[in-house]
């Protein structure tokens, strides 16, 4: 019974995961600008964050341990030290580009600027992670996550060319703005392999108190709960692909992606979006900020998780209270949310090699893990996929400065 | 003070491709800032955003269409200023007369 | 106990959980006792910044105690758990038979508990 | 009391008695006498490493290689007074006939 609950809470937990700020902006760049053409970087990305997902949390049931505790006290601290300051400020950059989610929905709704927001939102976000549970917060961001599947039906409700839709699931070269092209279809693996989700989840996983006995629930809710946030995101895809290009509008700034469920929902389709963004940042920056909390407690061994008080773990609560204090700054001073977005996805696709490759050194080691460490189809993919990473750590910078618009 | 010419062309070339990287691009971003506020408006006329998001996304764009040195431009602004005005009157002849305007422009780009 | 011990792989970087199950830090350093004509014999371990800080570089950690002199609630950056008050080395955690909160590793938290935390309400357990 | 690092000898480049290069510690084994553990052997070399990792590059690979040992050093045999600087007090020679 409990874990017919953990798997359902655990694919929507996921689905809130997978939504996200850098998938609200890469979708629907890339739809506006290439219409379906770029579903196949979106296929690619669920594929490979699927592996990376059923592997972290298979370790953390298998071993008790999570990620980064993990790799500390495997590789040793000099060796964690240059990947643990790299995904800190990548931590930061992805709150505060979550935080500025947040703000622009609020922005949507009352008309006031995004500074005003900035500060509350922290604020509301702190209290959040101050007063509750981990599963407290699974639940709420869990289930108001779902308003994001308006974006699925507005994309069934417009009807989209199956053959079209079949076509950009392949892999093609673009016929003009190749820059451009490659630059959105790396932010959009960069935006679905966000460096945070492993750690937030191998996390969970140690605080949920799986054993092995939960190998089978992580791997269905790791497949179906990725699989179901990759659906919303291709149906953004599809809906920006249908409303947004055929008018010539790219998503320069997320004022132009705000128009685009008004023609599915003629007078709901402004609030939903506004709605949607919101609560999907929302879950998310609580991801990241607490993500950040079991990174700096684990590295450091400190007393560390969401179930204890405060003054159980003053420590573990310090850190996210900071993130969220230095992530709210990004819209203090004004920066644009759909910029920072975007550096913060191309450097996050920069930063996957520190990711993926102690992970599958980790789940290769027999001692540790036994009967479960890494088969053959895992390696192959993980080998796979350590050499895409490389690639995207290469390309991603360049095509930041070349092709983002 | 000395340069070596196959240094000269390398930067030269580089600053070539920046330039049309650039100039591509902010022409490409003007026809959409003209296309999104012409989409703005008819949105506006029925009744689906609220009048407080239009003048944001006038606003956004006029930031962006200032940056650019697409030809135009200058029209496009003028337009966007009359139709703030125009949705502050709540005059919807006038922002429906906008929104053809803005679709005349974006067919010139 | 093991009768067969890797320094590194089993000590080293670990976390220690001490008599109550609180996480107490991990072993950022090992010092072995190297006198006499015996072998070298695990003496104690070492916790605290400033023992990553010359895991880095031996400069950092100079830095940091020129910082640490002007401005710490800590009584010393530095921490030590003889060998005899380790209990258990599990593939999980090194069990050790002290109580973190009387010692120095937990001097920021405790500092931070008193001094913040317990200001701010819904700070305490329901 | 004369001390060595653990955290300082790990990964560290080890010297034989000649000045030339043996390889680095990538583990420190010790057994238990009583409540102490003292230290029996250091193992130097790339296959030392990677036994701290617990994998072979060949298995990640796929295959299943022969799997190299580590050089195995007798405590005895290793002069921890310089700890930047161990060295062997014999020479790599002499060490892999003790193999």
């Given at each position: 019974m409990k874990k017919a609950m953990t798997l359902a809470l655990g694919i929507l937990t996921s689905v809130g995961g997978f939504f996200d700020v850098g998938n609200i902006a890469t979708c629907t760049q890339a739809g506006a600008r290439f219409r379906f053409q770029l579903?196949?970087?979106m296929l690619l990305a669920t594929i490979v964050v699927i592996f990376l997902i059923e592997m972290s949390g298979r370790f953390a049931a298998v071993t008790n341990k999570a990620l980064p505790d993990a790799i500390r006290e495997h590789f040793g601290f000099t060796f964690w030290l240059v990947p643990f300051a790299i995904l800190t400020v990548i931590h930061i950059l992805v709150l505060g580009a979550e935080i500025g989610g947040v703000c622009f929905a609020l922005h949507l709704v009352t008309g006031l600027p995004l500074q005003v927001w900035a500060l509350p939102v922290a604020v509301l976000l702190w209290l959040f992670l101050w007063r509750s549970t981990f599963s407290a917060i699974e639940n709420s961001t869990s289930l108001l996550g779902l308003i994001t599947l308006c974006f699925v039906v507005a994309a069934v409700w417009h009807r989209p060319p199956l053959h079209d839709l079949l076509r950009g699931s392949l892999p093609s070269l673009p016929s003009q703005h190749p820059a451009n092209y490659?630059?959105?279809?790396?932010s959009i693996v960069g935006a679905v392999i966000a460096p945070y989700l492993f750690y937030f989840y191998s996390s969970g996983a140690v605080e949920d108190e799986w054993d092995a006995s939960y190998i089978p629930v992580n791997r269905a809710v790791s497949v179906i709960g990725m699989a179901f946030g990759s659906v919303i995101s291709i149906g953004a895809i599809i809906v920006a692909g249908v409303v947004l290009a055929p008018r010539g509008i790219h998503v320069d700034d997320y004022h132009q992606a705000a128009l685009m469920l008004t023609s599915a929902f003629p007078f709901w389709g402004y609030v939903l979006f506004a709605v949607s963004m919101g609560i999907a940042c929302l879950g998310a920056a609580v991801?990241?900020?607490l993500s950040m909390s079991y990174t700096f407690a684990q590295t450091f061994g400190w007393n560390w998780g969401e179930d204890l008080a405060p003054d159980e773990d003053a420590r573990f609560c310090l850190v996210y209270t900071a993130a969220l204090l230095v992530g709210s700054l990004f819209m203090l001073v004004g920066m644009d949310p759909l910029q920072l977005t975007m550096i913060t996805m191309a450097l996050s696709a920069a930063a996957l090699p520190f990711v993926a490759i102690p992970m599958l050194l980790l789940m290769n080691d027999r001692k540790l893990l036994h009967d479960a460490a890494n088969g053959a189809i895992s390696n192959v993919a993980a080998a796979a996929i350590v050499v895409l990473t490389l690639v995207l750590a290469v390309v991603s910078i360049p095509l930041a400065v070349v092709g983002g618009s | 003070m000395q340069c070596t010419n196959a240094g000269m062309r390398r930067h030269l070339l580089f600053a070539l491709l920046l330039i049309a990287a650039c100039s591509r691009t902010t022409a490409d971003q003007a026809s959409s800032w003209v296309a999104t506020l012409q989409f703005t408006g008819e949105q506006w006329l029925a009744g689906r955003v609220p009048t407080s998001f239009v003048?944001?996304?006038?606003?956004?764009a006029d930031r962006a269409l200032q940056k650019t040195k697409a030809p135009v431009a200058p029209a496009a602004r003028a337009a966007a200023e009359e139709m703030r005005q125009a949705i502050d009157r709540n005059d919807r002849a006038a922002v429906a007369r906008l929104v053809k305007r803005f679709a005349s422009l974006h067919a010139s780009t | 106990m093991k009768e067969r011990l890797d320094v590194i792989r089993d000590l080293l970087d670990r976390q220690l959980v001490d008599s109550d199950e609180t996480k107490m830090g991990r072993v950022d350093g090992i010092v072995l006792d190297i006198d006499g004509d015996g072998p070298p014999r695990i003496?104690?371990?070492e916790l605290g910044f400033a023992v990553l800080a010359r895991r880095i570089h031996?400069?950092?950690?100079?830095?940091?105690?020129?910082?640490?002199?002007?401005?710490?609630?800590?009584?010393?950056?530095?921490?030590?758990?003889?060998?005899?008050?380790?209990?258990?080395?599990?593939?999980?955690?090194?069990?050790?038979?002290l109580k973190a909160i009387d010692t120095p590793a937990f001097d920021w938290e405790r500092w931070l508990r008193d001094h913040i935390v317990a200001k701010i309400p819904?700070?305490?357990g329901e | 009391m004369a001390t060595a690092h653990v955290e300082q000898l790990s990964g560290r480049r080890v010297w034989d008695a000649d000045g030339k290069v043996v390889g680095r510690i990538g583990a420190i084994v010790a057994r238990r006498r009583g409540r102490d553990y003292f230290v029996d052997e250091f193992h130097l070399g790339p296959?030392?490493?990677?036994?701290?990792f617990g994998i072979s590059t060949a298995r990640i690979v796929g295959w299943k290689r022969h799997h190299r040992e580590p050089l195995r050093v007798p405590w005895q045999q290793l002069d921890l007074s310089d700890p930047d600087h161990p060295r062997l007090r014999c020479t790599r020679e002499e060490l892999m006939k003790m193999q």
């Open positions: 579903i196949w970087a490659w630059f959105i279809a790396v991801e990241v900020a | 003048r944001a996304t006038i606003d956004s | 003496d104690h371990f031996p400069r950092i950690e100079r830095w940091l105690n020129a910082i640490r002199a002007r401005w710490s609630v800590r009584r010393s950056a530095r921490q030590i758990v003889p060998w005899a008050k380790v209990v258990d080395v599990t593939a999980y955690e090194i069990k050790v038979d819904g700070a305490g | 296959a030392a490493l990677m036994e701290r």
